[in-house]
């Protein structure tokens, strides 16, 4: 399926093959990017289709897009995968190139509307993995009305040996991995705040 | 892993031991057969002989065993049983000689098959009668590789056994012959005198069998006077008091319950060699009372009782296969006899079968590593994840035990098949993937059926390409098919002819095994032989039923695709011309070939395309078989299994439709054609669950995973969603490879490295250096996936 065009039906077609696999499991779709909200219309469509079938839905998403896509859909997602990566607005452009109101917008609206969110922190050492940037992260995170989950994914060079074979300049090559020591320090602070720390679930990779 | 010195001792020497053929047994026989001069009835005759043998062959403890007795006069020693099929001198340098699965034959051995055995049963064995009795189209068919026959040289015998051993001793068997022979009606009951003789006959095994544990006993004292340790003493006393109570009487404990099976086990596969796979069934229930009664009691630990079942599991794999005759010979290359005990499922009452021995066995599994017994798990929805976890934590470990069975789904297949509701929750599975009523039913696996043979000969309209020689119908030239349906029902017609002319041959040989090689002992094993006064292989069973196993489904599956693709619906040849390109073999055509492969709808990928020829197929195989009464009151069902057969029925069959070289090994099982299925095993599972499993009595499918798949816990989890949701499907079976190709094309290479790699192979689990080069290649190619 990689790189190539499809509709919603001919996409419904290939997931609707595996719902008895889902409904042993409990798995189902996750629509992920790329960014699933800049193909908005595609995007609603396929979730209607799936809701239509009964199939669980995740959308990973990293919430920079205006409100109204997440108004539109929120009714069809079980579960927002949601990225937050950098409080600090100068340093979210600094590394994103964009500003990062919408997101924390977005993230409060749709916590208000009650949707089941789990939020993803990348943790990239001298990034974002500071105690400032943590703490704030951590009392914004606390003050939203509803969360569901919040998972650390901490850096990891798997993607290194990519990078090289399609000969791409990884600008992140120079940054090691995380240290199993600093990333319980990190959860610490997250059990602080009392927030619903999420291990070895959805999207851990390490 | 901990494992008590007494086990590694044990454990070591049977994978040391060599294994050799031993003219014992056929000497004894022989002997046997020349000494008798009184007129007695076969069933007698045959009781007699058993007797003769169980009194004359001997016997032999190892140090530190504790469950004890031997098929052969001591381990690994292969008997043989000349009565069925006589070895010639020839058959015993293949043997002595061949590279793989060799079986020693020193030079007393073949002096005394050319100087005794040989003269005595040349011309006079069942082999010989069988190939007197059958016609000139079923000789033919059968050297053309279009079916084999098992009962050639192995006697049906394809059973397991129940809980009933665990309940009584052979005295109360006795007790209950005794009563059907003062009840026989000699007034109006023209059969009378036959039921006579056959439980006289039962009467006399079950003595001989006691006799044979007491010889152990007398053998355990004598040892005991001689031992100077005082632990062994008190071990050889217990043994002898073991062997002085059972089989005679019912057991008593954990150890009287082991060695009593392993008594009638060597009874039964000493009385004859049936094919195959007699084993105790569903072992953690047998022994579940005397489990927890001794636990209770404070007479037993977890400890002894891990130690007696290791025993137990090494007297199974001290038994090599009978070593076979002719071009099996040469071809056959395992030593497993297909002894498969099944754990988990459900009780008689339909309740959760999985208990505390169920997951001690699945301990003892693990630890032992042993080629044989081979080991299941029946997989029910009543049964917990967590049983089903445990056995995935041992096939990750890559020695494809245990196999994974739908028992939701055997229970009905046993039940569309006549039995009762009861009798079907106490089957399960068998040999390779075959299901039956344990303890009550015959069902024999009588030959496979090489479906894309008789497709080629349907191409050539009834001529086999390879011979030149006219096999089969006259189904008109296919060059002038205009349609899809035209081939089918040429197919159709040539696939009815074949099984008709194999039908037939069982049918025979059924007959001549009841008349003239009854099998009185295990007769008064399976329920209703003693009440009938019948036996076992004259319909005695409650059920009896003969299978005939389809191979080759996959490679038909996708040939037709092909014809349906590119002859009917975009005409990139015509008919005619296809066979052209599939008689040169594809020579100078790898372009065109190349296409054949990847650009053709394929089985296992959830094409519908594909799988709607898939299930044709099936059913046609399906109609020209199910529901034929065969001699024994019973039916002929099908199972899509191959064994290794696929590779000797690929060797003979020329280039197929969807791009199979000529000679080459056909799909297995109902898995698709090796390296055709590319969208996983998601895919593949929801195609092979197209067809009705429920209307067969066994499908084999194979997976294989490298280990990096089941690494992590969560990839354990997946691994079991995975299965439960085949089963949901209606899937029968599925097994799973845990290895890597650098593994296996390391252990081609240094095969004195890997001789402990254990495979997967089609319903058992061999070393893979024990395997031919083709096989070996064969397993290499069958598809990795390497996620899900």
């Not at chain 1, 039906?9 to 992920?32: C, H, K, N, Y």
């Given at each position: 399926?990689?790189?190539?065009?499809?509709?919603?039906?001919?996409?419904?077609?290939?997931?609707?093959?595996?719902?008895?696999?889902?409904?042993?499991?409990?798995?189902?779709?996750?629509?992920?990017?790329?960014?699933?909200?800049?193909?908005?219309?595609?995007?609603?469509?396929?979730?209607?289709?799936?809701?239509?079938?009964?199939?669980?839905?995740?959308?990973?998403?990293?919430?920079?897009?205006?409100?109204?896509?997440?108004?539109?859909?929120?009714?069809?997602?079980?579960?927002?995968?949601?990225?937050?990566k950098l409080?600090d607005?100068?340093r979210h452009?600094q590394y994103?190139?964009?500003?990062?109101?919408?997101?924390?917008?977005?993230?409060?609206?749709?916590?208000?509307?009650?949707?089941?969110?789990?939020?993803?922190i990348p943790l990239i050492p001298g990034v974002n993995d500071d105690y400032e940037n943590i703490?704030?992260?951590?009392?914004?995170?606390?003050?939203?009305?509803?969360?569901?989950?919040?998972?650390?994914?901490p850096y990891h060079e798997?993607?290194?040996?990519?990078?090289?074979?399609?000969?791409?300049?990884n600008k992140l090559k120079e940054i090691k991995p995380v240290s199993?020591?600093h990333i319980?320090?990190v959860?610490?602070?997250?059990?602080?705040?009392?927030?619903?720390?999420?291990?070895?679930?959805?999207?851990?990779?390490? | 892993?901990?494992?008590?010195?007494?086990?590694?001792?044990?454990?070591?020497?049977?994978?040391?031991?060599?294994?050799?053929?031993?003219?014992?047994?056929?000497?004894?026989?022989?002997?046997?057969?020349?000494?008798?001069?009184?007129?007695?009835?076969?069933?007698?005759?045959?009781?007699?002989?058993?007797?003769?043998?169980?009194?004359?062959?001997?016997?032999?403890?190892?140090?530190?065993?504790?469950?004890?007795?031997?098929?052969?006069?001591?381990?690994?020693?292969?008997?043989?049983?000349?009565?069925?099929?006589?070895?010639?001198?020839?058959?015993?340098?293949?043997?002595?000689?061949?590279?793989?699965?060799?079986?020693?034959?020193?030079?007393?051995?073949?002096?005394?098959?050319?100087?005794?055995?040989?003269?005595?049963?040349?011309?006079?064995?069942?082999?010989?009668?069988?190939?007197?009795?059958?016609?000139?189209?079923?000789?033919?068919?059968?050297?053309?590789?279009?079916?084999?026959?098992?009962?050639?040289?192995?006697?049906?015998?394809?059973?397991?056994?129940?809980?009933?051993?665990?309940?009584?001793?052979?005295?109360?068997?006795?007790?209950?012959?005794?009563?059907?022979?003062?009840?026989?009606?000699?007034?109006?009951?023209?059969?009378?005198?036959?039921?006579?003789?056959?439980?006289?006959?039962?009467?006399?095994?079950?003595?001989?069998?006691?006799?044979?544990?007491?010889?152990?006993?007398?053998?355990?004292?004598?040892?005991?006077?001689?031992?100077?340790?005082?632990?062994?003493?008190?071990?050889?006393?217990?043994?002898?008091?073991?062997?002085?109570?059972?089989?005679?009487?019912?057991?008593?404990?954990?150890?009287?319950?082991?060695?009593?099976?392993?008594?009638?086990?060597?009874?039964?596969?000493?009385?004859?060699?049936?094919?195959?796979?007699?084993?105790?069934?569903?072992?953690?229930?047998?022994?579940?009372?005397?489990?927890?009664?001794?636990?209770?009691?404070?007479?037993?630990?977890?400890?002894?009782?891990?130690?007696?079942?290791?025993?137990?599991?090494?007297?199974?794999?001290?038994?090599?296969?009978?070593?076979?005759?002719?071009?099996?010979?040469?071809?056959?290359?395992?030593?497993?006899?297909?002894?498969?005990?099944?754990?988990?499922?459900?009780?008689?009452?339909?309740?959760?079968?999985?208990?505390?021995?169920?997951?001690?066995?699945?301990?003892?599994?693990?630890?032992?590593?042993?080629?044989?017994?081979?080991?299941?798990?029946?997989?029910?929805?009543?049964?917990?994840?967590?049983?089903?976890?445990?056995?995935?934590?041992?096939?990750?470990?890559?020695?494809?035990?245990?196999?994974?069975?739908?028992?939701?789904?055997?229970?009905?297949?046993?039940?569309?098949?006549?039995?009762?509701?009861?009798?079907?929750?106490?089957?399960?599975?068998?040999?390779?993937?075959?299901?039956?009523?344990?303890?009550?039913?015959?069902?024999?696996?009588?030959?496979?059926?090489?479906?894309?043979?008789?497709?080629?000969?349907?191409?050539?309209?009834?001529?086999?390409?390879?011979?030149?020689?006219?096999?089969?119908?006259?189904?008109?030239?296919?060059?002038?098919?205009?349609?899809?349906?035209?081939?089918?029902?040429?197919?159709?017609?040539?696939?009815?002819?074949?099984?008709?002319?194999?039908?037939?041959?069982?049918?025979?040989?059924?007959?001549?095994?009841?008349?003239?090689?009854?099998?009185?002992?295990?007769?008064?094993?399976?329920?209703?032989?003693?009440?009938?006064?019948?036996?076992?292989?004259?319909?005695?069973?409650?059920?009896?039923?003969?299978?005939?196993?389809?191979?080759?489904?996959?490679?038909?599956?996708?040939?037709?695709?092909?014809?349906?693709?590119?002859?009917?619906?975009?005409?990139?040849?015509?008919?005619?011309?296809?066979?052209?390109?599939?008689?040169?073999?594809?020579?100078?055509?790898?372009?065109?070939?190349?296409?054949?492969?990847?650009?053709?709808?394929?089985?296992?990928?959830?094409?519908?395309?594909?799988?709607?020829?898939?299930?044709?197929?099936?059913?046609?195989?399906?109609?020209?078989?199910?529901?034929?009464?065969?001699?024994?009151?019973?039916?002929?069902?099908?199972?899509?299994?191959?064994?290794?057969?696929?590779?000797?029925?690929?060797?003979?069959?020329?280039?197929?439709?969807?791009?199979?070289?000529?000679?080459?090994?056909?799909?297995?099982?109902?898995?698709?054609?090796?390296?055709?299925?590319?969208?996983?095993?998601?895919?593949?599972?929801?195609?092979?669950?197209?067809?009705?499993?429920?209307?067969?009595?066994?499908?084999?499918?194979?997976?294989?995973?490298?280990?990096?798949?089941?690494?992590?816990?969560?990839?354990?989890?997946?691994?079991?969603?995975?299965?439960?949701?085949?089963?949901?499907?209606?899937?029968?079976?599925?097994?799973?490879?845990?290895?890597?190709?650098?593994?296996?094309?390391?252990?081609?290479?240094?095969?004195?490295?890997?001789?402990?790699?254990?495979?997967?192979?089609?319903?058992?689990?061999?070393?893979?250096?024990?395997?031919?080069?083709?096989?070996?290649?064969?397993?290499?190619?069958?598809?990795?996936?390497?996620?899900?």
């Amino acid at each position: 399926m990689v790189g190539s065009i499809v509709t919603v039906a001919q996409l419904m077609d290939e997931i609707e093959r595996d719902i008895p696999f889902f409904d042993q499991s409990r798995g189902g779709v996750t629509f992920t990017g790329g960014e699933p909200m800049f193909q908005r219309e595609f995007l609603l469509e396929s979730l209607l289709a799936c809701k239509e079938q009964g199939i669980h839905t995740i959308v990973d998403t990293s919430g920079y897009t205006s409100w109204d896509g997440f108004e539109q859909i929120h009714s069809y997602v079980d579960i927002f995968l949601y990225d937050l990566k950098l409080m600090d607005e100068s340093r979210h452009k600094q590394y994103t190139s964009v500003s990062n109101h919408m997101i924390l917008d977005n993230l409060k609206k749709l916590s208000s509307a009650k949707a089941s969110i789990i939020v993803r922190i990348p943790l990239i050492p001298g990034v974002n993995d500071d105690y400032e940037n943590i703490h704030q992260s951590a009392s914004f995170l606390a003050d939203l009305p509803h969360l569901d989950g919040v998972e650390l994914i901490p850096y990891h060079e798997i993607g290194l040996a990519k990078y090289q074979a399609l000969g791409m300049n990884n600008k992140l090559k120079e940054i090691k991995p995380v240290s199993r020591q600093h990333i319980e320090e990190v959860e610490q602070i997250l059990y602080k705040y009392h927030l619903p720390l999420y291990k070895d679930s959805i999207g851990r990779i390490l | 892993m901990i494992i008590t010195e007494r086990i590694e001792k044990l454990r070591q020497q049977s994978l040391e031991a060599e294994e050799t053929l031993s003219s014992e047994r056929a000497e004894l026989l022989t002997k046997f057969y020349k000494q008798e001069v009184e007129l007695v009835s076969p069933p007698v005759r045959r009781a007699l002989a058993f007797k003769y043998l169980l009194e004359h062959k001997k016997i032999s403890i190892q140090d530190a065993e504790l469950i004890v007795g031997e098929k052969g006069p001591s381990l690994k020693n292969a008997p043989t049983f000349p009565e069925l099929c006589c070895h010639s001198l020839d058959d015993l340098d293949v043997l002595n000689q061949r590279e793989k699965t060799s079986f020693k034959v020193d030079s007393k051995t073949r002096n005394n098959y050319e100087k005794i055995i040989i003269p005595f049963w040349k011309g006079k064995s069942m082999r010989d009668l069988i190939f007197k009795e059958m016609t000139e189209e079923w000789k033919a068919a059968y050297q053309a590789g279009i079916f084999t026959e098992f009962m050639e040289q192995r006697a049906p015998g394809h059973t397991v056994l129940d809980d009933k051993i665990y309940r009584k001793g052979m005295l109360d068997f006795q007790t209950e012959i005794d009563q059907q022979l003062s009840r026989l009606d000699y007034f109006t009951d023209p059969q009378a005198y036959d039921k006579q003789e056959e439980l006289r006959a039962m009467h006399i095994a079950a003595g001989a069998i006691i006799h044979f544990a007491h010889r152990y006993a007398e053998r355990a004292l004598e040892m005991s006077a001689n031992e100077k340790d005082d632990i062994r003493i008190n071990e050889l006393r217990k043994i002898a008091e073991v062997c002085n109570h059972v089989p005679a009487y019912a057991p008593r404990n954990f150890w009287e319950a082991l060695q009593y099976y392993w008594f009638v086990h060597l009874g039964v596969t000493i009385e004859l060699n049936t094919w195959d796979a007699f084993s105790p069934g569903r072992l953690d229930q047998h022994l579940l009372p005397f489990y927890r009664q001794g636990i209770n009691k404070g007479e037993l630990t977890h400890q002894i009782a891990e130690e007696l079942l290791q025993c137990f599991w090494i007297k199974f794999n001290n038994q090599p296969a009978p070593p076979k005759v002719g071009v099996t010979a040469e071809e056959s290359g395992t030593y497993t006899d297909f002894a498969q005990i099944n754990l988990g499922g459900v009780r008689p009452d339909g309740t959760d079968g999985v208990n505390e021995v169920t997951y001690l066995l699945l301990d003892v599994i693990e630890k032992m590593r042993l080629l044989q017994p081979s080991t299941s798990i029946q997989v029910s929805k009543k049964n917990p994840d967590r049983f089903v976890k445990r056995a995935t934590k041992i096939i990750k470990t890559g020695f494809g035990q245990p196999s994974v069975f739908n028992a939701d789904l055997i229970g009905q297949e046993l039940i569309r098949m006549g039995k009762s509701i009861v009798d079907a929750r106490c089957g399960g599975s068998s040999g390779c993937v075959e299901v039956g009523a344990f303890g009550k039913e015959n069902y024999n696996l009588t030959g496979y059926f090489n479906m894309p043979k008789v497709f080629e000969i349907t191409l050539h309209d009834g001529v086999d390409p390879r011979t030149g020689k006219k096999l089969g119908l006259a189904t008109g030239n296919p060059a002038e098919f205009k349609s899809m349906e035209e081939v089918l029902e040429a197919f159709e017609k040539q696939v009815n002819y074949f099984v008709d002319i194999k039908v037939r041959g069982n049918n025979v040989i059924e007959r001549l095994y009841a008349k003239y090689l009854p099998c009185p002992f295990l007769s008064l094993l399976i329920d209703d032989c003693i009440s009938k006064g019948m036996d076992y292989h004259n319909g005695g069973a409650r059920y009896n039923t003969t299978y005939i196993q389809g191979v080759g489904l996959g490679t038909m599956a996708d040939a037709l695709s092909s014809i349906k693709y590119h002859v009917f619906e975009n005409a990139t040849f015509s008919m005619g011309g296809f066979i052209d390109i599939l008689d040169t073999n594809f020579v100078g055509q790898d372009q065109l070939r190349q296409q054949l492969l990847n650009r053709t709808p394929k089985y296992g990928n959830d094409d519908d395309f594909a799988d709607e020829v898939m299930t044709r197929v099936f059913e046609i195989y399906y109609n020209s078989i199910d529901g034929r009464p065969n001699t024994k009151g019973g039916e002929y069902h099908i199972n899509l299994l191959p064994t290794t057969v696929h590779v000797y029925f690929g060797s003979v069959t020329g280039a197929t439709p969807d791009g199979r070289i000529a000679w080459t090994p056909l799909s297995e099982g109902v898995s698709p054609v090796q390296g055709a299925d590319h969208k996983g095993p998601t895919a593949v599972l929801r195609s092979v669950a197209k067809m009705d499993h429920a209307r067969t009595g066994g499908t084999l499918l194979n997976q294989k995973f490298t280990p990096q798949v089941l690494e992590s816990d969560e990839g354990l989890d997946k691994l079991v969603q995975l299965i439960r949701t085949y089963f949901r499907l209606d899937g029968h079976h599925i097994q799973f490879n845990v290895v890597d190709a650098i593994t296996l094309r390391l252990a081609q290479q240094h095969p004195e490295q890997y001789r402990s790699l254990i495979v997967r192979v089609a319903g058992y689990s061999d070393y893979f250096c024990d395997l031919s080069k083709t096989l070996q290649d064969e397993i290499i190619a069958r598809t990795e996936h390497e996620g899900y």
